[in-house]
Each structure stands twice: as structure tokens, then as C-alpha cells.
């Protein structure tokens, strides 16, 4: 079993799923106010079942999967695009 972390990523958001703590419970695919969740074909959780995949582009990153999961399986981070230091000519 590959334990490595997969990581969801675009220029906004980023979820990590550390799959050697996923139990595949589903309370976050449950709780995702976005259906952006679901359980993967290709990676696999702690038992041996699958663990959680992302569709990064639809995420909002509002951090309720990483707030309900009982594991801390789950991590959601927003990349704040917004601050530019502009400079004065």
C-alpha cells in the first residue's frame, strides 16, 4: 500500500488527502456542501478501501471535510491570490 499524501491542487485551493489515516468513512463526502468528494478508483485508505478523491476545480475550500473528519485524514488550504504588493514608481 502507497501511504503518500495526494494532493488536489489549482492556483486558488489545495486538498491533501493523507490516505494512511483515511478510514473511508464518507462523513466528508457526506458533509461537502459542493458534492465535490468522492471515493477514489485509484487510491486506497487505511483498510485497504478507497480512500477520498477531489474535483479541485468545484471546491470552494470552505474547510468542512477537514472539520468533520474523525481522522484528520483531510486538509483544506486556500492560496490567497488576492494580496499583490504594488510598488510605487
Do not use: W
Amino acid at each position: 500500500m502507497n501511504f503518500k499524501p495526494k494532493v488536489y491542487q489549482n492556483k486558488h485551493r489545495a486538498i491533501t488527502n493523507f490516505s494512511g489515516l483515511c478510514k473511508s468513512c464518507g462523513i466528508c463526502i457526506v458533509k461537502c456542501p459542493k458534492k465535490v468528494l468522492s471515493f477514489s478508483d485509484e487510491y486506497l485508505g487505511y483498510y485497504g478501501t478507497p480512500a477520498i478523491k477531489c474535483d479541485i476545480e468545484n471546491c470552494i475550500s470552505c474547510n468542512i471535510c477537514e472539520i468533520y473528519c474523525p481522522d484528520g485524514a483531510i486538509r483544506a488550504d486556500k492560496k490567497d491570490v488576492s494580496f499583490k504588493i504594488v510598488k510605487n514608481p
